[in-house]
């Protein structure tokens, strides 16, 4: 990974900054496996107050630019955001972000919902599926969990 990307919690101000990033990573890179409902409910998210209460969000930046987030509710341990600019895939930046995360959670199992192009990485992590793919208003996922 490049010695300049680093690692640390968002700011709340920055929250905004990461959602942006979500949806633009989401836009090219899952959408295309989603259905218009599943891409739709996925943009709602983005907005929906409710559903973003209690999320804690972690940023990897290349200087000043936001290149990677991960959010993560700290109650129950899971990864409802995690992404990462595509010009930036394939640097370490995801692991990174997910090692950092770590850090703050020691011995909890951590769980997420895979969108299909999320798989192979989240395998590599070290995460394992619960069940088969499942579809939730048009979004597709496999619940997985990472036990240490």
């Known amino acids: 990974m490049n010695g300049s990307i680093d690692i640390r919690p968002l700011e709340d101000s920055e929250r905004g900054a990461a959602l942006s990033l979500a949806w633009k990573v989401f836009e090219e890179y899952e959408s295309p496996d989603y259905s218009p409902e599943g891409t739709e409910e996925f943009r709602k998210c983005l907005g929906d107050e409710e559903y973003l209460a209690g999320i804690v969000y972690y940023g990897a930046f290349d200087g ?27 640097r370490g930046i995801g692991t990174a972000l997910f090692r950092r995360m770590l850090e703050d959670f020691p011995k909890r199992t951590v769980t997420l919902n895979s969108a299909p192009y999320g798989l192979p990485f989240y395998r590599k992590l070290g995460f394992r599926a619960k069940s088969g793919e499942q579809t939730v208003n048009g979004i597709r996922f496999t619940p997985m969990s990472y036990i240490r």
Not at 70 to 87: K, N, P, S, T, Y
């Open 64 to 90: 000043e630019r936001l290149t990677g987030i991960l959010g993560i509710r700290q109650d129950r341990a899971h990864i409802c955001f995690f992404f990462v600019d595509g010009e930036y895939h394939r």
